[in-house]
């Protein structure tokens, strides 16, 4: 028997990571930066048996079906043939979120099977290894190998394609995210199917593919010169983007509500209220918004008059994967 446990943070992309250019080994089109947060993570534990004949998948206590299974055996069965291993897995995974909002995040799940796998196999990766195994379970999962931020160097093979974590003097340490959960339901299109769509028939794509460069440069720059600014108006414009390939996709799509805008109106009136913030959106229609830490309670405060305080959460920046000792 093989046990190995391992937690992983879930991270946000302030340049996405939309596109993949190899489905099967999850190579992105572009390069991608996140910030790894402290406030929703998970844990997972593994174990590798003689006795098991199937894997199973356990989250937060529940047996999950044959559906919710098919990504943790597919991801079991290539770390399987990568690393030698003939036997069935046992998975318990535990996802720490504030609430029950669905915030539970293919990243930091990824990221932290990824990690037992290494823990109980005693495979010994280096955190390079570590990144590219994890994107083999979900892109994004490669970034939460690091704390703080991360840029997805998207590469041309599974050699080349992994996370770095990007030196910031810790100026990440200043910054917090607050999500705006205006649904917590589940996905109409996921980011595989709405990546895959907008790749294949969006006349937007290619003015996608061809902002990133400058974003990328833009936004390390303004990291290396601690500049809020430059950092949150490049978030911005680059989610903007992201989700203006889905309105050109056929058949077009968006993962926006009407309270997705609401959101993104209310940051630019508090902008124009002479407060620093900027929003972000994934393959949902909730609303993260960059904001350094010394206005966080000034946001939340003027989002408060319009939301709950449950529809409010706030993380800082996180730390990098940890593979923690088994429990008894
Ligand atoms: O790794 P996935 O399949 O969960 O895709 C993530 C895609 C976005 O969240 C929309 C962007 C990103 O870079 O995280």
């Known amino acids: 028997m093989y046990t190995g446990k391992a937690r992983a943070y879930t991270n946000i992309a302030l340049i996405k990571y939309w596109g993949k250019k190899d489905e099967h080994l999850i190579l992105p089109m572009n390069n991608s930066l996140s910030l790894t947060l402290d406030a929703f993570y998970t844990e997972t534990t593994i174990e590798f048996k003689e006795s098991f004949t199937e894997d199973s998948f356990f989250l ?68 390079k290894e570590l990144s590219r195994l994890a994107r083999r379970g979900s892109g994004s999962a490669c970034r939460s190998i690091f704390g703080g931020f991360a840029e997805w160097q998207k590469g041309n093979s599974d050699q080349t394609s992994f996370a770095e974590a990007i030196v910031s003097d810790n100026w990440e340490q200043d910054l917090a995210m607050l999500f705006v959960l205006v649904d917590d339901g589940v996905k109409d299109v996921s980011s595989r199917d709405g990546m895959k769509r907008t790749v294949e028939t969006s006349s937007f794509y290619a003015g996608w593919l061809s902002s990133i460069d400058a974003d990328l440069k833009t936004a390390k720059q303004a990291i290396a010169e601690k500049d809020f600014k430059a950092l949150g108006e490049v978030t911005e414009a680059n989610a903007l983007r992201m989700h ?84 008894g």
């Open 244 to 327: 203006g390939t889905t309105l050109a996709a056929n058949p077009p799509f968006t993962y926006w509500s009407p309270e997705s805008l609401t959101v993104m109106q209310l940051v630019r009136q508090a902008r124009q209220n002479g407060l620093p913030c900027y929003f972000t959106m994934d393959a949902g229609p909730n609303v993260k918004i960059l904001v350094e830490k010394k206005n966080l309670a000034a946001l939340k405060q003027f989002l408060a008059h319009h939301f709950s305080s449950e529809q409010l959460i706030s993380a800082n920046a996180g730390p990098g994967i940890t593979l923690l000792p088994e429990e």
């Open 60 to 127: 937060d206590g529940i047996k999950q079906d044959q559906k919710q299974t098919a990504k943790i055996t597919a991801f079991l069965a290539l770390v399987r043939q990568q690393y030698q291993v003939s036997l069935f897995a046992k998975v318990d995974s535990r996802n720490f979120v504030p609430t029950a909002a669905g915030l539970a995040s293919s990243a930091s799940g990824l990221a932290a099977l990824a990690g037992a796998c290494s823990a109980a196999l005693n495979l010994e990766l280096t955190d």
